[in-house]
């Protein structure tokens, strides 16, 4: 997968985990709705000012964003387990997130993806 998807594709999930819309995000880091849809797809990169904006808005790493480990090792377990409980303990009190979050388990689960 190349860069520019792989970015777009966090982007994506990370927004619409902390439960915004692409209108609203481009308007949080001062760009254009249809420019972020071309930086979600792959079709554009990001500027490092975009970068720097993407990142303050989500309130994540470089290395959250830019991450594509894809294969387990032995001790993943713990450490994906103690990274949900953050994940969960970070929406707690934000009742509109804490739901998506359950939709999506609920949705995996009963479509024995789990």
């Not at 079709?43 to 387990?72: E, H, M, R, W």
């Not at 609920?106 to 479509?111: G, P, Q």
Request: aromatic share 8%; with cysteine.
């Amino acid at each position: 997968m190349n860069i520019k998807k792989l970015l777009g594709e966090k982007v994506k999930l990370h927004r619409k985990m902390q439960g915004y819309t692409q209108e609203k995000f481009a308007e949080m880091i001062d760009i254009t709705p249809r420019n972020l849809n071309r930086i979600e797809s792959g079709k554009n990169f990001v500027t490092a000012q975009t970068l720097d904006k993407i990142l303050s808005a989500l309130n994540v790493s470089p290395g959250i964003l830019f991450s594509c480990k894809y294969l387990k090792e032995e001790d993943d377990d713990d450490n994906m387990l103690n990274q949900i409980y953050a994940f969960i303990d970070k929406i707690k009190f934000k009742p509109q997130q804490l739901e998506k979050t359950y939709q999506l388990i609920k949705i995996l689960s009963e479509n024995g993806n789990f």
